[in-house]
């Protein structure tokens, strides 16, 4: 009794905004313990806090969590994990002063 159908579990994990730290550890299959170290050492993970400070997820930290463990089930560290993120951070950055420089020619041009 009190055990859900994976089906359900899944019906309900894609209709909501936040998920408690116990339904991603489910889904990702990773301990909760795991999900509070990969929070700390991905700066990524914004997880938002309930006034009573639990940790709440959103289907983009879950997406996040679940690339982190697939590159650990290859073989990666966690540091070179967050090194590639923060290099995706760095070349998303530069396009977006790229795509900002060019919007300040296009408006010198019709100044």
Not at 27 to 42: A, D, L, M, P, Y
Not at 66 to 85: E, F, L, S
Not at 101 to 107: G, L, P, T
């Amino acid at each position: 009794m009190g055990e859900r159908s994976p089906t359900i579990f899944l019906f309900m994990l894609k209709n909501k905004l936040f998920y408690s730290i116990k339904e991603v550890s489910s889904e990702i299959g990773v301990t909760s313990q795991t999900i509070r170290n990969w929070i700390s050492e991905f700066p990524q993970l914004k997880v938002h806090r309930e006034k009573t400070g639990r940790r709440m997820f959103t289907k983009n930290n879950i997406k996040i969590l679940k690339d982190i463990k697939k590159q650990r089930n290859q073989g990666y560290t966690v540091k070179a994990i967050r090194k590639q993120y923060n290099k995706k951070i760095d070349e998303d950055i530069n396009g977006i002063i790229t795509k900002i420089d060019h919007m300040i020619k296009k408006i010198d041009r019709v100044i």
